[in-house]
């Protein structure tokens, strides 16, 4: 079974705009990761946040961590043709990961 | 350097065959995981090894499923007697440690059961 859920399942927006993906999970968790995954293959890991943080950048990339709401968000600024791909959140439980359904972002140039 | 790699990339099987799918972690990573992933679904977790022992195996759907690892660096994921629905996209991980740890994924083993 998948501890999470993402929101939305699907998002088209206009290259160049922001991207917004959110995770909602169960149990509590040590840390969040998120994972992209290209044409339903191998998942390339984008970023990790410890229960302690609050908030993570990396390049374009900005992730929360909102624990008392068990949520997390991935913003993705100034998108690109190249980010279109599956997004997901995982969390650990402790040492595997608990993916959720994933949101399925495309960008239309 | 090298990442995960798994072999075959695609397996087309009959239904009641056997099949055996291979990993080859990053070396030095002493942590391995097998997941499965279905059409439009995230990747479900089957086993995790911590060197050569099998730390968690409560993923695996059913006794047809095995996996061993034994020289702590290879894995075999084994299906007998495999069935429809197993057809799906077998991925494995790999990290440094294990625990929290960010794992690297391979690209997968799409195995199709007719």
């Known amino acids: 079974s998948q501890q999470g859920e993402e929101d939305p399942q699907a998002l088209s927006i206009q290259e160049g705009e922001n991207a917004t993906m959110n995770c909602s999970y169960k149990?509590?968790?040590?840390?969040l990761q998120w994972y992209r995954q290209n044409s339903g293959r191998g998942l390339v890991h984008l970023i990790l946040?410890?229960?302690?943080?609050r908030e993570k950048h990396s390049g374009r990339l900005r992730v929360t961590l909102d624990t008392s709401k068990k949520s997390s968000s991935l913003l993705i600024t100034a998108s690109r043709a190249a980010d279109t791909a599956s997004y997901f959140c995982?969390?650990?439980?402790?040492?595997?990961?608990?993916f959720g359904q994933g949101t399925r972002l495309t960008i239309n140039p | 350097g090298a990442g995960v790699s798994q072999t075959p990339s695609n397996k087309v099987t009959e239904k009641g065959k056997y099949v055996e799918l291979r990993c080859d972690p990053i070396?030095?990573?002493?942590?391995l995981y097998w997941y499965r992933q279905s059409l439009g679904q995230g990747p479900e977790f089957l086993i995790y090894?911590?060197?050569?022992?099998?730390?968690?195996d409560s993923g695996l759907p059913n006794d047809r499923f095995f996996a061993v690892r034994p020289e702590g660096s290879v894995s075999t994921l084994k299906i007998q007697r495999t069935e429809r629905g197993d057809s799906a996209v077998y991925l494995c991980?790999?990290?440094?440690?294990?625990?929290?740890?960010?794992?690297?994924f391979g690209p997968g083993t799409r195995l199709t059961v007719t």
């Open positions: 991980a790999s990290s440094l440690s294990g625990t929290g740890a960010e794992q690297y």
């Open positions: 149990t509590s968790i040590n840390n």
């Open positions: 946040i410890r229960s302690n943080e």
């Open positions: 995982a969390t650990d439980d402790p040492q595997k990961l608990v």
């Open positions: 070396s030095g990573h002493t942590a």
């Open positions: 090894f911590q060197g050569t022992g099998a730390a968690d």
